[in-house]
């Protein structure tokens, strides 16, 4: 019997995506500029006070059945999947997204999204501070975001071109990258946003 379980790592992906050397009043690794992240079919989490059931294996408190966050997009688990992909290149931050197996949403725009902080030497009083928490930040293509065609979105940009001047090749910025996901833009009728996120599949 084949057994699927889908454990999001968004919160422990915490990743500085960009350092170099430790620097006064901060410790940063060596090296670390590149993070990559599988990712799964996103689904609804177990609203408080709603269970009515328990993972085997965990022995976790959930809700039955499990209901998928992107509404009319679904995915194709025989052969479904994608990754997401940032890496620290010439003073700028390469992100590529693709994934494959969406069903039901041929046409629709979808974006990447995420969420994360920064930590910067460029800073107008201290000489290093920590921005507040950026949630969902969306990452397009172009002007806006891609199409799905054939089940099948790829995105691939840059942080400097979604946002002009975000990373200077002068400074030392660390970013803890804290979820990604991909899903259709927010205000889209019948879905919460996420059709799959940054995840483990253990499958037996």
């Given at each position: 019997m084949r057994k699927e379980l889908f454990i999001a790592v968004g919160a422990v992906a915490g990743v500085a995506l960009f350092a170099t050397v430790s620097m006064a009043g901060r410790q940063e690794p060596k090296k670390a500029?590149?993070?990559?992240?599988?990712?799964?079919?996103?689904y609804?989490?177990?609203?408080v006070g709603s269970v009515n059931d328990t993972t085997g294996g965990l022995g976790l408190p959930a809700?039955?059945?499990?209901?998928?966050?992107?509404?009319?997009?679904?995915?194709?688990?025989?052969?479904?999947?994608?990754?997401?992909?940032?890496?620290?290149?010439?003073?700028?931050?390469?992100?590529?997204a693709k994934a494959k197996g969406i069903q039901g949403c041929d046409g629709e725009a979808v974006c990447a999204f995420a969420s994360f902080n920064a930590t910067s030497d460029n800073c107008t009083v201290g000489a290093d501070c920590t921005t507040v928490e950026i949630t969902d930040f969306p990452v397009t293509l172009g002007a806006g975001c891609a199409?799905?065609?054939?089940?099948?979105?790829?995105?691939?940009?840059?942080?400097?071109?979604?946002?002009?001047?975000a990373v200077d090749p002068a400074d030392k910025v660390s970013i803890t990258i804290d979820g990604v996901k991909l899903g259709l833009p927010a205000g889209t009728a019948g879905v919460s946003g996420k059709i799959m996120a940054g995840g483990l599949l253990v499958a037996n």
């Open positions: 500029n590149k993070v990559q992240m599988t990712l799964v079919g996103a609804e989490a177990c609203p809700c039955s059945p499990a209901i998928p966050s992107g509404g009319p997009c679904l995915i194709d688990f025989t052969k479904g999947g994608g990754k997401v992909q940032a890496k620290s290149k010439n003073g700028d931050i390469d992100i590529k199409a799905i065609s054939k089940g099948k979105v790829k995105i691939k940009t840059t942080l400097n071109t979604q946002l002009p001047g």
